[in-house]
């Protein structure tokens, strides 16, 4: 159907830019039949037939929101607090608590960690029972998560990089975590499919840590990480998805040397008045010009820039010429962000590199 409401003759050619209106959802419109399937999990997880027509129905409907995955955001909470009372209740046999996992994995899949994280409980009564269920599942399986090649390498990530920020943990374990996932990164390579693994978890685990971090208590180590990161040579490896997360790793790195600061040269306080602007006269215009002109040399001064900074700068822009999108795009943030907190004349820098790309 086209803009006027009437369907293409045969032979004629649809509108490149057209969208069909099915495909666009007002709201989650099945939310009373997933709430029964839920519901039912008690009474189907017994039959391997009947829990995989459960399973199948709950992907199908899930799937129909993954490019409008913001409208089942009113149900979220509901879902899962009704998947987390089957998992809570003793009574519930493994099979039917994995059943339940499945659908919380499932949902989160489509709407997306960061937003379900939340939603989850924080009770320090839940811990143990987590942790045995872990121990339960495979007792001889002694891996750890972040080498694995699955989801639960990108989970474990997240996982462990709040718990070592946690202050009664910070002291006793960061330094020793820091160095075992930076001799990890020395022994593998990311020209191997094994060394691709270790690589891309311990990437992660690092990019949550300074994410999530304090600045004071990342900035000791943060020149260390750096110089493993140099060593690691990522900008020449062939996975796309190791050289984004080191872009991601370098911008966070540099955020960390430089602090969280607004520059003053962003900002220019005047009149917001475009008539009073135009009455100014030539005097008022100029005073105003060294009023701006001193501030910034006094925003200047208060700057202390590392000299880290100087080649965390030069591996963004090494990676704003990447063949693929989404590490031009990570770095094409952490130059903007990093460009934000730095003096005038340093930005002044930046962005004439940036203007020397284009020649």
Request: net charge negative; hydrophobic share 40%; proline share 4%.
């Amino acid at each position: 159907m086209d803009g006027a409401g009437r369907e293409p003759e045969e032979g004629e050619e649809r509108e490149p830019g057209a969208i069909s209106d099915r495909n666009i959802l007002d709201s989650f419109t099945e939310s009373r039949e997933v709430a029964e399937l839920i519901g039912n999990l008690r009474e189907v997880f017994g039959e391997l037939v009947t829990r995989e027509m459960a399973v199948e129905r709950f992907v199908g409907i899930m799937d129909k929101y993954q490019e409008q995955p913001h409208l089942l955001d009113r149900h979220l909470e509901g879902m899962m607090n009704s998947l987390l009372e089957i998992v809570r209740d003793s009574g519930s046999p493994p099979p039917l608590v994995h059943l339940a996992f499945k659908f919380l994995y499932i949902i989160t899949k489509v709407r997306g960690y960061k937003r379900f994280l939340p939603l989850f409980p924080h009770e320090v009564r839940d811990l143990q029972p987590v942790l045995d269920m872990l121990a339960k599942q495979n007792p001889r399986d002694t891996e750890c998560y972040l080498v694995v090649s699955d989801k639960a390498r990108d989970a474990a990530a997240v996982l462990v990089s709040k718990f070592i920020v946690r202050p009664d943990v910070r002291q006793s374990r960061m330094a020793d975590f820091l160095d075992w996932v930076l001799s990890m990164l020395s022994k593998s390579s990311s020209q191997t499919m094994e060394g691709t693994v270790i690589v891309n978890g311990m990437l992660q685990a690092l990019a949550q840590l300074f994410k999530h971090g304090k600045r004071e208590d990342c900035l000791p180590y943060a020149a260390t990480v750096l110089e493993c990161l140099d060593n690691c040579k990522l900008s020449g490896s062939n996975q796309m998805v190791l050289r984004k997360l080191g872009m991601k790793l370098v911008q966070r790195l540099g955020l960390t040397f430089v602090k969280p600061k607004v520059a003053k040269w962003r900002y220019q306080r005047g009149c917001r008045s475009l008539a009073a602007n135009l009455q100014a006269q030539g005097a008022a215009v100029q005073n105003q010009r060294r009023e701006v002109a001193a501030a910034e040399a006094d925003d200047d001064e208060e700057y202390d820039i590392p000299g880290e900074i100087e080649n965390v700068v030069e591996q963004l822009l090494v990676g704003l010429k990447d063949k693929d999108t989404i590490v031009r795009w990570s770095a094409a943030k952490g130059i903007g962000r990093i460009t934000g907190r730095l003096p005038k004349e340093l930005a002044d820098d930046v962005i004439g590199s940036l203007l020397d790309c284009f020649r």
